[in-house]
């Protein structure tokens, strides 16, 4: 017992140590604290550098990742519409209506145009009942391949811009009640019903986009793959630049503010556009799709909002 004690005597400090060492074993702390805190600074400048010179040697290499990113970020939007479903179905049913009443005219006219194809490149091509008959039959099915073509590219569009008249109404439920569950804004009145103008300029702008990928798909050699690639950006263009405009609305964002708000988010509106209309080529996918679509559009306007203030904000400066 003696003995520990000895030995816990000399290991402790005691009382009788002089406020010199007392002093230096403090400095002595306090200069390894601070030298550990330097080598922190160092490592973080050293970093911080290094990014700082990354960025400059590769500058698009850092946009090509960031709109990389944005893409991805804008296809996500999609997915989180489909979480209403499981919160909301009654109302996810609600608005698949727009989408059936349209899925039904574009097959109907699209069985017409199948069984009576052959018929109308006849008549398109009534010049040549005189040519030889190898000459005619081959005109004439490639007039009737080019009709099926373009029907079916305009049935796509067909589709989008007729679910979209029909299913104002519908949408707008969908999207006022998203943006009463996410909270932080109560959604200005808006017009009930779509305007003839912005209808006329919607079917305008898809038969213009209808027109384009159709003559992408005619290019030589590679209109196979220049035709479904065009289609699918011009078709998500329209369906995110459609889809948004009613939660902007209702913020009071219209016309050129609408286009400096989402300037700064077009990758992701991109991003959001492209998968929706990758998941309408899904066989019956578009009809599940579009409410759920409906939803991702309105977060994506929230976020594109959200985006613009901060960015506003810093290019001001703190007041």
Request: aromatic residues 8%.
């Amino acid at each position: 017992m003696t003995d520990s004690m000895a030995t816990l005597s000399a290991s402790t400090p005691t009382a009788s140590l002089d406020s010199g060492s007392a002093a230096q074993g403090f400095v002595t702390s306090a200069t390894v604290d601070e030298r550990v805190a330097v080598d922190w600074a160092a490592v973080r400048r050293t970093y911080a550098g290094r990014m700082a010179k990354r960025t400059r040697t590769h500058p698009r290499a850092s946009r090509t990742t960031r709109i990389a990113r944005d893409l991805v970020a804008g296809a996500v939007f999609v997915l989180r519409g489909f979480a209403t479903w499981r919160r909301r179905p009654g109302l996810m049913l609600f608005g698949m209506l727009p989408a059936v009443i349209a899925a039904a005219v574009i097959v109907a006219l699209l069985v017409t145009l199948g069984l009576n194809a052959e018929q109308w490149a006849t008549a398109i091509t009534g010049f040549a009942d005189g040519w030889q008959k190898g000459w005619r039959d081959a005109l004439r099915t490639a007039v009737a391949i080019a009709l099926v073509a373009g029907v079916f590219i305009g049935a796509i569009y067909g589709f989008t811009t007729l679910t979209l008249l029909i299913g104002d109404p519908f949408y707008e439920r969908i999207w006022r009640r998203t943006e009463e569950d996410l909270g932080d804004f109560a959604p200005n009145p808006v017009r009930f019903w779509r305007s003839i103008g912005d209808g006329l300029l919607l079917v305008l702008r898809a038969m213009a986009y209808g027109l384009l990928t159709f003559l992408a798909g005619l290019l030589p050699l590679i209109g196979t793959v220049t035709g479904p690639v065009v289609g699918v950006l011009l078709g998500g263009h329209l369906i995110q630049q459609e889809l948004t405009t009613r939660p902007l609305e209702a913020r009071g964002i219209d016309g050129t503010a609408r286009s400096g708000v989402m300037r700064g988010s077009r990758a992701r509106a991109l991003g959001f556009g492209i998968a929706t209309q990758l998941l309408y080529l899904v066989p019956g996918g578009a009809v599940f799709v579009m409410p759920a679509a409906v939803v991702g559009a309105t977060l994506l306007a929230r976020d594109a909002v959200a985006r613009a203030t901060d960015t506003e904000r810093a290019t001001k400066g703190p007041p």
